[in-house]
């Protein structure tokens, strides 16, 4: 079956960047029919959609107009996994973050269907 | 942005009864395709989200027959007929529409 396996530091000082991977098995990154998420949460922010990756034919990326400008979410296809980064983070950035699946619209199954076991993530000096 | 709104929050429930949860959308979900993408989380404590319901009532594989979902355009319900201890957790709706992506405040779900 599908599974996530994510793995970063969980301990961020404020400006610097944080850095996650979601390593996957039993799907590619470079599947024609998923997209690749990664989803915060927070008790102050709920959940929270950051951005995704995904390929079909060339790779694309969309982001949250919130963090479009600190984040990137890159793909490596020789060890099927994605990344997050995101640049010159604040106490604010504190949260649990998630690698999400999420077949694409004309699959059978539409929905984050696969979630990584999520990393705590706390930004603090 | 689309904004999801669940109530109630809170929703205190005797096991074997049934619950459920109301999510409002600011804007219709209805997508340029036909179809509506609305879905149902459930997260138990400790863990990760999990998709029960996807696309307003389609049940995930392997998701109990009691859960059910329902609902048009801007407003959709979760129902659980029977609520079992394993049921305990918050559950989310969450739109894929229109980006960006959103998703309700939760609504927890705990035993009287």
């Known amino acids: 079956q599908v599974q996530l396996q994510q793995s970063g530091p969980g301990l961020v000082k404020p400006s610097q960047t944080l850095s996650l991977t979601c390593a996957i098995s039993?799907?590619?990154?470079?599947?024609?029919?998923?997209?690749w998420n990664w989803i915060r949460q927070s008790p102050s922010r709920g959940l929270e959609w950051l951005g995704r990756t995904y390929y079909r034919s060339t790779w694309y990326n969309d982001y949250a107009l919130s963090v479009k400008s600190r984040i990137t979410i890159r793909p490596d296809t020789s060890k099927n996994q994605f990344s997050l980064q995101l640049n010159s983070v604040t106490p604010e950035d504190t949260a649990v973050y998630y690698c999400?699946?999420?077949?694409?619209?004309?699959?059978?199954?539409?929905?984050?269907?696969?979630w990584g076991q999520g990393t705590v993530v706390t930004v603090s000096s | 942005d689309i904004v999801m709104t669940q109530t109630p929050l809170s929703s205190p429930v005797t096991l074997g009864q049934p619950a459920s949860i109301s999510c409002r959308s600011s804007?219709?979900?209805?997508?340029?395709?036909?179809?509506?993408?609305l879905s149902w989380l459930q997260q138990r404590p400790g863990q990760p989200p999990r998709l029960l319901i996807y696309k307003i009532s389609n049940r995930l594989s392997g998701v109990p027959d009691r859960f059910s979902g329902s609902g048009a355009g801007t407003d959709f319900t979760l129902k659980i007929s029977r609520v079992e201890a394993e049921d305990v957790g918050v559950y989310y709706c969450t739109q894929a529409t229109q980006f960006p992506y959103t998703f309700g405040q939760g609504t927890k779900l705990e035993i009287k």
């Open positions: 039993g799907d590619s990154v470079s599947s024609n029919s998923a997209a």
């Open positions: 999400v699946r999420k077949p694409h619209r004309g699959s059978a199954v539409h929905g984050f269907d696969i």
């Open positions: 804007q219709s979900l209805v997508h340029s395709d036909g179809n509506t993408y």
